[in-house]
């Protein structure tokens, strides 16, 4: 059965820093873009950032400078380095992956909670 499972959640002061990992795990192939969502309550979820089997990147405006996305292709494992947090960041954070098995999937994770006191 494939997978993405998230961890690194928690709770964090203002200007503090969290990293968040996601596996990947099951019958699969290969991995394309691998990203990180987010969704606030009563907000629609919103791309955070992306990165592409050859490591190429996007991040959202809002956390461009304070976010880093990073893979490790040999472990199925994206991250997400997040720092100077701010308590708008406070959201479930999803990992998203499109994976060949062999068909091209997109898979989600479960979720995890980041929330950012002030």
């Known amino acids: 059965q494939v997978q993405l499972v998230e961890s690194g959640g928690g709770l964090v002061q203002a200007g503090g820093s969290l990293r968040l990992s996601c596996a990947a795990s099951?019958?699969?192939?290969?991995?394309?873009?691998m990203g990180w969502y987010r969704q606030a309550p009563g907000k629609q979820r919103e791309l955070v950032a992306i990165?592409?089997?050859?490591?190429?990147?996007n991040y959202a405006d809002s956390v461009k400078g304070r976010f880093t996305i990073s893979r490790d292709n040999a472990k199925n494992t994206v991250y997400l380095q997040m720092n100077s947090l701010k308590p708008e960041d406070t959201a479930v954070y999803y990992c998203s992956a499109e994976m060949v098995v062999p068909d091209v999937i997109r898979y989600w994770g479960q979720g995890t909670q980041v929330t950012v006191s002030s």
């Open positions: 990165i592409t089997s050859g490591c190429s990147t």
């Open positions: 099951g019958s699969i192939f290969s991995i394309k873009p």
